[in-house]
Structures are given as structure tokens and as C-alpha cells.
């Protein structure tokens, strides 16, 4: 069983700055079956990144995917006031399972 | 307009049963696999089950196998999870979702419905 580690735990930004988030697989992931989503308070998660670096339909282009492996990043190029949030990124896998990661929280610094 | 919205959440009893619903709108329903996604409070988000356009595939998470259904009814436009045996460590929101074909990313999301297991 794949397992995704997300870090860190809670990033602290002012809006304007850059925001990195890490999603670390156990074993290697297919970059197609990797993606992003956030996460507001009582709401849905929404749809950000799939395919580790394609985005989803209406997602503004400050949001950003990458890499490869067991390693994948999410940037958000400069924070507007909107996007604190929890992150989440998710794999899916043989058997079929779908696995997320445990969350990174953006919050106002 | 795209829409999934769930409906059957409660408060149940352990030991108990409750069915879920899922109604989609606004896209060709029996084309697309679908899952169901939970959250338990202040936690993350858990995949629960999926099951293919057609119902051929149906898959659980190891925790809930054996006590949940996961079906569907196209001609409805519906999804469903019929849950048995509950327990307090399934009290959740629990989600319906769109499956991206070809991606298995989840695209499209309901608003969720809350299952309390609780004596």
C-alpha cells in the first residue's frame, strides 16, 4: 500500500508570498494518477491538479504542479486572501485504491 | 449546471444500517465511475468505495468491506452506499464524487451528508 506524506503540516504565509507544499509517495507513483486538491472550511474538496501538473478546469494559473517519482509539489505562485486552505494531494493504485495524504494547512501568517 | 447532492446521513445506533444517496445532474451519469469519499470530524479525507460506469467493477476500502454496498441505478441517476455493522469509527461526512476518466482524480464533488454512529 502506497502511503503519501504531505509537508508541512501547516505552512504560515502573509497573501502575496509563495507557497510550496511536498507530497511524498512510499513507492513510486504513475505521475497521470496523482493530484491536488483544496479544501475550505465545511465545504467540498475541490479539483486542483491532475496528472501531477495539469489544471483543473477554472483553477487560476497561480496554482501549479510538478514533479515525478515519489515526489510531487504544489505551488501556489503568490497567496490570495482565498486560498487558505487545506491541500491534499491524492494517488491512485493497483487493486484499485485511491490514498490522500494527510493535509497541508495554508494559514494566515 | 454539474451537480452531485447526497442525501441520508443520521444519527444511527452501533450496530445500526443506514443508505446513502447520491443524485447527479447536468452530465451523462452512466458514463462515469464514481466513489465515495469520507471525512471524519477534523480529520482527512478517507476513498470509501468506487465502482465503474456500469456497476461491473465495485471496490472497498479494507475497513468497510463486508459491511457496505456500494450500487447504482443509471436510469436514476443515482449512486448509493447501503452501510451495516456501523460503528463509531465510521461517523464521517461521507461524499459522493466524479471520477475524471482516465485520471482518477475526482472532479466533481457533492456537499457531502454526516453519519453519526453514536449510542
Known amino acids: 500500500e502506497i502511503v503519501l506524506t504531505q509537508s508541512p503540516g501547516t505552512l504560515s504565509l502573509s497573501p502575496g508570498e509563495r507557497a510550496t507544499l511536498s507530497c511524498r509517495a512510499s513507492q513510486s507513483v504513475s505521475s497521470s494518477y496523482l493530484a491536488w486538491y483544496q479544501q475550505k472550511p465545511g465545504q467540498a474538496p475541490r479539483l486542483l491538479i491532475y496528472?501531477?501538473?495539469s489544471r483543473a478546469t477554472g483553477i487560476p494559473d497561480r496554482f501549479s504542479g510538478s514533479g515525478s517519482g515519489t515526489d510531487f509539489t504544489l505551488t501556489i505562485s503568490r497567496l490570495e486572501p482565498e486560498d487558505f486552505a487545506v491541500y491534499y494531494c491524492q494517488q491512485y493504485g493497483s487493486s484499485p485504491t485511491w490514498t490522500f495524504g494527510q493535509g497541508t494547512k495554508v494559514e494566515i501568517k | 449546471e454539474v451537480q452531485l447532492v447526497e442525501s441520508g446521513g443520521g444519527l444511527v445506533k452501533p450496530g445500526g444500517s443506514l443508505r446513502l444517496s447520491c443524485a447527479a445532474s447536468?452530465?451523462?451519469?452512466?458514463?462515469?465511475?464514481m466513489n465515495w469519499v469520507r471525512q471524519a470530524p477534523g480529520k482527512g479525507l478517507e476513498w470509501v468505495s468506487s465502482t465503474s460506469s456500469d456497476s461491473s467493477y465495485i471496490y472497498y476500502v479494507d475497513s468497510v468491506r463486508g459491511r457496505f454496498t456500494m450500487s447504482r441505478d443509471n436510469a436514476k441517476n443515482s449512486l448509493y452506499l447501503q452501510m451495516h455493522s456501523l460503528r463509531a469509527e465510521d461517523t464521517a461526512v461521507y461524499y459522493c464524487a466524479r471520477v475524471f476518466f482516465g485520471f482518477h482524480a475526482m472532479d466533481v464533488w457533492g456537499q457531502g451528508t454526516t453519519v453519526t454512529v453514536s449510542s
Open positions: 496528472s501531477a501538473s
Open positions: 447536468g452530465f451523462t451519469f452512466s458514463t462515469y465511475s
